[in-house]
């Protein structure tokens, strides 16, 4: 046998910056960023594209970014701003994804040059794709403007879109080269969107953290009455929880374990079977109850314990049950779990609880006692 065997490695590293007013004059870090990040030697141009969403209730953007960038001699704004609807729908409409790539390819955005955007998870998810796809990888900005994507999905490597039915079957592992929350972005939010991406940080702090899981049943009533310093607090952490394990664990998922994704696979053929009516995050929580309800009915976890998980649940104001989980003798549900093992492909892997603040990995689902925990999570 003759062979040639090819081994390089690829580092990867980018910040997460957390500052407010990020486009007023008197902030500098985002145009210093740009102005540092790479050749300094030739104009570079930033595409911005922002959530509909966003564009409405900080209504001020698109003329505070032309003034940010006004008279800026190594950086140019391209002049169109773009406005696409945001929300999990995006994933959904192939069109958007082709106007993005139209507008990186209409205004030139090289590798040398950038793609930033402004909005929640999902609006994240469909411009970061379509930046890793265009010349094989524009460098993409994400600006996430919600609790969720600020404490979870926007500081981490995924990107991708809806297909066949099945959430997220196109997608990319590309990182982005930088992260801006800006806390003025979720002055601006819904209760509803306040209290939804709480549920990214519960999940990380069950399966990692028992001390942060804690710091979150003393602060729930705080973050409900939308505590600014409580919940900016409960965001860096989560974050920091997050990126910690994408470095320290599998970031591209080569094998079958998805940790991160503890309490999802309910949660996303929930979304679907709502038609999206409700947000991720509040998939989740519903995901989590259900997990944890199973993590009890298998003995691993108290009945003291997954009642505490219950209780900050729903003093943060999450229902912890949807009917469609029931829906056709829960035959759905059991087509969601198979999805769930097809996304990622080889052995069935879920994260359960085997106490607060400890994950544990299991390859097989009791269906009937799954059955059971739904029922269970009807009269909680």
Do not use: C
């Amino acid at each position: 046998m003759t062979q040639i065997q090819q081994s390089f490695q690829v580092p990867f590293t980018y910040n997460v910056i957390f500052t407010e007013n990020m486009f007023s004059l008197e902030n500098e870090i985002f145009i210093n960023f740009l102005k540092d990040f790479g050749s300094t030697t030739f104009r570079k141009k930033i595409l911005f594209l922002i959530d509909a969403g966003v564009a409405k209730t900080n209504a001020y953007l698109p003329d505070a970014i032309k003034n940010y960038f006004a008279n800026q001699e190594s950086i140019t704004l391209v002049s169109e701003i773009l406005v696409f609807e945001g929300g999990e729908k995006v994933k959904n409409d192939p069109q958007v994804l082709d106007a993005i790539l139209q507008a990186i390819d209409k205004h030139r955005i090289d590798r040398h040059s950038f793609v930033a955007a402004i909005g929640g998870g999902a609006f994240l998810d469909v411009t970061g794709y379509a930046s890793a796809i265009a010349h094989r990888g524009v460098k993409h900005i994400r600006i996430p403007s919600t609790v969720l994507s600020q404490n979870d999905s926007g500081v981490g490597v995924k990107n991708g879109v809806n297909f066949f039915g099945k959430k997220n079957f196109l997608g990319t592992f590309a990182p982005p080269i930088a992260v801006f929350n800006d806390a003025n972005f979720l002055r601006t939010l819904s209760d509803r969107d306040w209290r939804s991406g709480i549920s990214e940080a519960i999940k990380v702090a069950l399966i990692k953290d028992l001390a942060f899981f804690e710091w979150l049943e003393t602060n729930a009533e705080a973050m409900a009455k939308r505590d600014e310093a409580v919940m900016f607090h409960q965001i860096f952490r989560s974050a920091e929880l997050h990126v910690q394990h994408i470095s320290s664990g599998d970031p591209f998922e080569l094998g079958s374990a998805r940790p991160l994704d503890f309490g999802h696979w309910a949660a996303h053929k929930l979304e679907y079977l709502t038609n999206f009516e409700i947000r991720h995050g509040e998939a989740v929580a519903i995901g989590i109850a259900l997990d944890s309800v199973y993590s009890h009915l298998k003995g691993q976890i108290s009945a003291e314990e997954l009642a505490r998980i219950i209780t900050l649940l729903k003093t943060l104001g999450f229902d912890i049950y949807h009917p469609a989980l029931a829906e056709n003798d829960k035959i759905n549900l059991w087509k969601g779990l198979q999805e769930f093992q097809e996304h990622l492909g080889g052995e069935l892997t879920i994260t359960l609880l085997s106490a607060l603040g400890k994950g544990v990995e299991v390859h097989e689902i009791d269906f009937e006692l799954m059955k059971q925990s739904v029922d269970v999570l009807k009269i909680s």
